[in-house]
């Protein structure tokens, strides 16, 4: 499964932007994660779906602001970014986990938010 994640770009604080990730294959059966890597920071979670789309995690700095959401259908995963901050500035990645895996084994190539105060 390859990823490519899109929708990033430079916009105010308080602005919203929503990154879609496209799968070059069947995503049903994948936990599908998002990512964030700011400046000098190491990589943290973001949010992630479960492969029915049922169940939803997200990180404490994002929850009630950021809803992530998947079409099987169309083999794609998105992430809305509401009430953006200027701390979401970062390289945002998706990837994706096969249900049973221990590790997310497929990442995008990453795309960029910046967010000015």
């Known amino acids: 499964v390859q990823l490519q994640a899109s929708g990033g770009g430079l916009v105010q604080a308080g602005d919203s932007l929503r990154l879609s990730c496209l799968a070059s294959?069947?995503?049903?059966?994948?936990?599908v994660g998002w990512f964030r890597q700011a400046p000098g920071k190491e990589r943290e979670f973001v949010a992630r779906?479960?492969?029915?789309?049922?169940?939803?995690v997200y990180a404490d700095s994002v929850k009630g602001r950021f809803t992530i959401s998947r079409d099987n259908a169309k083999n794609m995963g998105s992430l809305q970014m509401n009430n953006l901050e200027p701390e979401d500035t970062a390289v945002y990645y998706c990837?994706?986990?096969?249900?049973?895996?221990?590790?997310?084994?497929?990442w995008g190539q990453g795309t960029q938010v910046t967010v000015s105060s």
């Open positions: 990837a994706a986990q096969l249900l049973g895996s221990s590790q997310y084994g497929y």
């Open positions: 779906i479960s492969p029915s789309g049922g169940s939803t």
């Open positions: 294959g069947r995503i049903f059966g994948y936990t």
